[in-house]
């Protein structure tokens, strides 16, 4: 038997005589259930956390990068403090030992005594802690039926052991969530920007009105995440209905035509490590990595996606709770770890297009396709915030909204307030989530937040909090957010709108069964009539070329008959002589596309990609005359190899500049350093470009139209020619470092000159909507109605005048 400090483990002797009753091996599991942990599926937050849900799962030893919830001197510290309870309450009260839970309960405090200090989350020592609470709370709680009357610091004792039970329950799922992390993220880091990947599922129905002659309905789902250019994170879903038609002119020539409509929502993250973080427990993203990868992670996806969120909201609640029965058990206060909640997207996308599609295939000798298409898209944008963030953002629309709230509150007592908030907000959750009887806890520390904010939001609008103040308050909403600032309460939306329809042909062309996918290449036009940025309105030429043969000819051809020649800057051998240089893979499996933006200087290349795409289709068919059914399902991955940004202007390199270079939140300078250096050949011909390219291209027009709309950066951009000229003159390091830092300087005071404020008035909450259509109706009352000139009756009649 393991000797301990009696000194310092007053336990030993209990420990020692309950191990010696029994010198068969202690049975570690209460019963099936005890083997498993994340496989709990709790209805709603507020489920009962009843014993028979409290489930384990053995895990493969290894050290995570989780830390422990609780240091191991604290757990040491609050195990001694409840077994002390439990000692002292059968002691008081004369109540025999149980047996078997008793025994179980020596062990794992053996066990954990003789546990060394780990900062990282051992799986095994992390579950171990977890088993000995919930095993102390079941001994707690057969005390307590076998108790007479009522003890409060028992009471405490069984709160203390259930909430820190809570708490490695939480951070065992987080070493699973690791798992998936690490997983998903080695399968995303490779994509370069550009990429992406869907997954999609579609029905349709069909009949026959005439023979050769028929209808069509079409349902469709489709999913996927890109990557995008400008490495922006994008998960979209989307849904779609279609009507469609089909005839059979010749044996081999058969024609079709469909109309239809779709809605789709995307998510905008930032980074891949808030993507990761938000997305990798859900079945939906491995479901976009294909059938093989999403069974590879099934079972960590059934034990997370139903409880993974909702075990950290619980954990996170019930930390000033613990803390206060802390206390009661006679056990210094510890220091507990924080759970942050997911991170949001940074936007959501909108959008419902309309579409209409003609078509014609010929199959003899080789089958040929041709497509052509024409949509309609209005996306909305939306950023959602909460009325706090809305008073620092947008004090104006902040002041509509408190329009009816009055601040009863200083800087000082809603401080106290809010620490009130925190200490009774987490107390009635932590019991409502421990009673399994649903009392509106939730909802009363929601609707207390609200209060709260609001009264936060009044102060900051007024100027009535110093910076200090200012700090303050928010470290202690970032310490205790899911309390202070829950989610819920981001109700207040900002919205943008942007207008755009595209036009498009695409021409296939099969080889029998030699080459059957041959070569296909599709021209889409697209006009953005409505953007929050300007940079992004425009006339654009997206061009898509794959297959295994040089298809510029159909590309010209294409270009004709769309009819894109609408200045005489970027006609049809224009465009081809451009895309000719732009250097374009053909091989079997590659796909390249570019994108122009057709500019009144001519024509200018916004960004190439050279990509692997692979395409998957499965059709299932039940032939039901004169009627028949199809499911179709679809996996599609465009992996690019190579990105380039054309050097020619600034509509793309300004916008990103915008988001990235200014919002440190976003990458702020050190990003923007990083992607100069990979985007080194792109900046290069910038400098080539502005050093020695014509007074009339694309980019010497950008930047004066920069310093005319801010003066103030003339001697900037000028500054940066010198610059320019020295790079192309001696591309050197130190040369080349003066150029970047010199157009960082140009960006920088073009953007806050005006350009990022521009953009932002796009930007509008319902309050301000309102304001404009208020002012707009207010000027059409003030404008005096134009009165027709009244007519004198005639001085004769006409038959005088005839006279």
């Known amino acids: 038997m393991i000797q301990f400090d009696r000194a310092n483990i007053p336990l030993t002797p209990w420990v020692d005589a309950t191990l010696q009753r029994s010198r068969v091996p202690a049975d570690v599991s209460y019963d099936i259930g005890d083997m498993e942990i994340g496989l709990e599926v709790l209805p709603s937050l507020a489920a009962n956390d009843s014993n028979n849900n409290d489930l384990v799962a053995l895990r493969e030893l290894h050290l995570s990068g989780v830390e422990v919830p609780v240091s191991y001197e604290d757990v040491r510290s609050v195990a001694i403090s409840l077994a002390q309870v439990f000692m002292n309450i059968r002691e008081t009260h004369n109540i025999a030992g149980s047996g078997g839970v ?104 069909r009949g026959e009105v005439v023979p050769g002659v028929g209808l069509g309905l079409n349902f469709g789902y489709d999913a996927g995440v890109e990557f995008t250019p400008t490495e922006w994170y994008v998960e979209s ?87 206060e029965h802390l206390a009661k058990i006679g056990c210094r206060s510890i220091n507990i770890a924080q759970r942050k909640p997911m991170p949001a997207p940074l936007e959501q996308h909108h959008t419902i297009a309309g579409s209409v599609d003609i078509g014609a295939s010929a199959n003899f000798f080789v089958s040929a396709n041709v497509t052509a298409s024409a949509r309609k898209f209005r996306t909305t944008k939306v950023v959602k915030v909460d009325v706090l963030e809305l008073a620092m953002s947008r004090p104006n629309a902040a002041r509509s909204v408190l329009r009816g709230v009055t601040l009863k509150q200083d800087s000082k007592s809603l401080f106290y307030a ?37 009264q936060l939001a009044l102060l900051k609008i007024e100027n009535k909090l110093t910076p200090d103040e200012e700090t303050h ?4 909403i970032d310490e205790f957010e899911r309390i202070l600032r829950p989610k819920s309460l981001a109700t207040h939306e900002i919205q943008s709108l942007q207008d755009k329809w595209q036009a498009a042909l695409g021409l296939h062309v099969g080889y029998g069964n030699v080459l059957p996918n041959g070569a296909a290449v599709q021209v889409t036009y ?35 008959l769309s009819g894109v020649s609408l200045e005489s800057a970027w006609d049809v051998a224009h465009i081809v002589d451009a895309v000719k240089a732009g250097d374009i893979a053909y091989d079997a499996g590659v796909q390249t596309t ?12 916004l960004y190439a990609t050279t990509a692997a795409a692979t395409n998957y289709r499965s059709t299932t068919r039940a032939p039901f005359a004169p009627v028949s059914g199809s499911v179709t399902s679809t996996s599609s991955s465009t992996m690019v190899e190579a990105l380039t940004f054309g050097g020619g202007c600034l509509d793309m390199l300004m916008p990103i500049a915008r988001q990235r270079l200014v919002e440190s939140n976003h990458g702020g300078r050190s990003w923007w350093t990083n992607f100069t250096e990979r985007q080194r050949e792109t900046f290069d011909k910038l400098f080539f470009n502005l050093a020695e390219g014509r007074s009339d291209s694309p980019l010497h027009a950008d930047f004066r ?18 610059c320019a000229q020295r790079m192309a003159l001696a591309p050197t390091p130190s040369h080349r470092e003066k150029a970047h830092e010199a157009l960082a300087d140009v960006f920088l005071a073009y953007i806050e000159g005006g350009y990022k404020a521009k953009v932002n008035s796009e930007w509008q909450h319902a309050s301000e909507r309102k304001r404009e259509r208020d002012e707009d109706d207010s000027d059409t009352a003030a404008t005096p109605v134009p009165q027709r000139p009244r007519l004198e009756p005639r001085p004769f009649s006409r038959r005088q005048l005839a006279a």
Request: net charge neutral; aromatic share 8%; charged share 25%.
């Open 594 to 605: 570019l994108r122009y933006k057709l500019k009144p200087e001519g024509m200018a290349l």
């Open 705 to 722: 139209r920069i310093e005319l709309e801010v003066p103030s950066t003339a001697p900037l951009i000028k500054t940066l020619k010198v």
């Open 102 to 205: 008793e025994r179980r309960l020596a062990e794992r405090y053996e066990s954990l005594m003789m546990r060394g200090p780990n900062q990282r989350g051992d799986a095994a020592e992390m579950i171990e802690t977890y088993r000995f609470f919930r095993t102390m709370q079941h001994a707690l709680e057969r005390l307590a039926r076998r108790h007479p009357g009522t003890d409060l610091v028992l009471t405490s004792a069984l709160y203390v052991s259930r909430v820190m039970k809570w708490q490695f329950r939480a951070s065992a799922h987080e070493m699973i969530k690791e798992t998936l992390n690490n997983a998903y993220y080695a399968r995303l880091v490779s994509m370069m920007p550009g990429s992406s990947t869907s997954w999609g599922v579609s029905f349709n129905v």
């Open 418 to 454: 809010m620490k009130r908030h925190i200490e009774n907000s987490s107390a009635e959750v932590s019991l409502e989530l421990m009673s399994g009887v649903k009392r509106n806890a939730i909802a009363n520390m929601e609707s207390g937040a609200r209060t709260l904010l609001e």
């Open 237 to 323: 879903d989307s849904r779609s209905a279609s009507l469609s038609a089909d005839a059979e002119v010749l044996s081999f020539l058969s024609a079709h035509c469909s109309a239809g409509a779709s809605s789709t929502r995307a998510d905008i993250y930032a980074s891949l490590s808030d993507y990761v973080a938000s997305a990798s427990h859900k079945f939906r993203a491995w479901i976009n990595e294909g059938p093989i990868a999403l069974l590879g992670k099934v079972r960590d996806l059934f034990s997370l996606s139903s409880t993974y969120e909702r075990d950290l909201a619980r954990a996170d609640f019930s930390r000033p709770f613990l803390d």
């Open 473 to 476: 308050y928010m470290a202690l």
């Open 526 to 560: 697209e006009k953005v009539t409505r953007d929050e940025d300007p940079y992004n309105c425009g006339s654009f030429l997206d061009i898509k070329v794959g297959g295994a043969v040089n298809f510029i000819g159909g590309i010209e051809e294409a270009l004709t």
